[in-house]
């Protein structure tokens, strides 16, 4: 039994172990598996690819006979004789070129070229010139009454109340007041009793001053602006008379000349002062 186990378990010689590897060398390897592979056919592009590229290269070529086409003036391929045969040939009364016809007179014919008319533009400062510029202010007065106008006689009126054309580029083209302009350095007077509610120098109005009124139960206010500057003696809360000292004609604020821009102011309200005054004064 011991020997048994011993040849069992007995080591190989070296010669037995080469042959056994020679051996397992010499035997074939298991078979490996090849996948087989095969070309995917490719899908045909869909028609509305093909749509897009032909649309690109034609938006292409067009862009820049488009660019040369509108480049070419229209007469390009025309003669002078079939664009015009009136102008080439000379155009005399009844002439007739095909089934149209016209008729000029001899002095209106065309000689040495195409005759244009004219015309104009009226701009809306001549319209407001045509419309305004011939107001009528003439006036009269006697320089005495209750009621007065700001100068003891009648001074000339450089612009009106309402709509005009802006004399300057800060003016207004709605004009509030009125313009006298009887020359720098005139006097001024009070139109009638009152309560000076403002006089101080600023802003477009340069030297002014408010004057309230009480006449016929309406508050009425009556504005002196643009006299010349520390010209008006006038103090806040003052009482005046009328026809007493206001200032003198300036030109300061927004003024393009000396002149006297005077309002009269209703309850609040901008009224024509000239027509106020042709009414009331006296």
């Known amino acids: 039994m011991a020997e048994d186990n ?57 862009t820049p006979l488009l660019f040369i086409a509108v480049s070419l003036p229209v007469n390009l391929f025309y003669a002078t004789s079939d664009f015009a045969p009136g102008i080439a040939g000379g155009v005399g009364p009844g002439a007739v070129s095909g089934s149209q016809s016209f008729t ?21 400062a001549e319209v407001l010139r ?23 006689t009648a001074v000339p009126i450089s612009s009106g109340f309402g709509d005009r054309v802006a004399p300057c580029r800060y003016c ?5 007041g ?23 120098f600023g802003g477009g109005y340069g030297q002014y001053a408010y004057i309230e009124h009480e006449i016929n139960g309406q508050t009425i206010l009556s504005v002196y602006a643009h006299m010349q500057r520390d010209s008006s003696p006038l103090r806040a809360g003052e009482r005046v008379r009328v026809g007493d000292f206001i200032g003198l004609v300036g030109n300061t604020g927004t003024s393009t000349g000396a002149h006297l821009h005077f309002e009269i102011r209703i309850n609040e ?3 024509d002062p000239f027509a106020w005054l042709k009414e009331n004064a006296f």
């Open 130 to 152: 045509a419309r305004y510029g011939s107001r009528n202010f003439s006036y009269s007065t006697t320089g005495a009454g209750t009621i007065r106008w700001p100068f003891p």
């Open 6 to 62: 011993y040849s069992t378990t007995q080591t190989l010689t070296r010669r037995q172990l080469r042959d056994q590897e020679l051996l397992r060398v010499s035997l074939p390897a298991a078979p490996v598996a090849v996948r087989e592979t095969r070309e995917v056919p490719k899908k045909p592009e869909p028609p509305a690819s093909w749509g897009r590229r032909v649309l690109s290269w034609g938006t292409v070529i067009a």
């Open 269 to 271: 309200e901008y009224v």
């Open 172 to 176: 207004s083209s709605n004009h509030r």
């Open 104 to 124: 000029v007179a001899s002095s209106d014919s065309l000689e040495g070229g195409v005759q244009r008319e004219s015309w104009s533009v009226t701009s809306y």
């Open 178 to 200: 009125v313009d006298f302009t009887p020359g720098s350095g005139a006097p001024i007077f009070a139109i009638a009793d009152g309560v000076v509610a403002t006089s101080e």
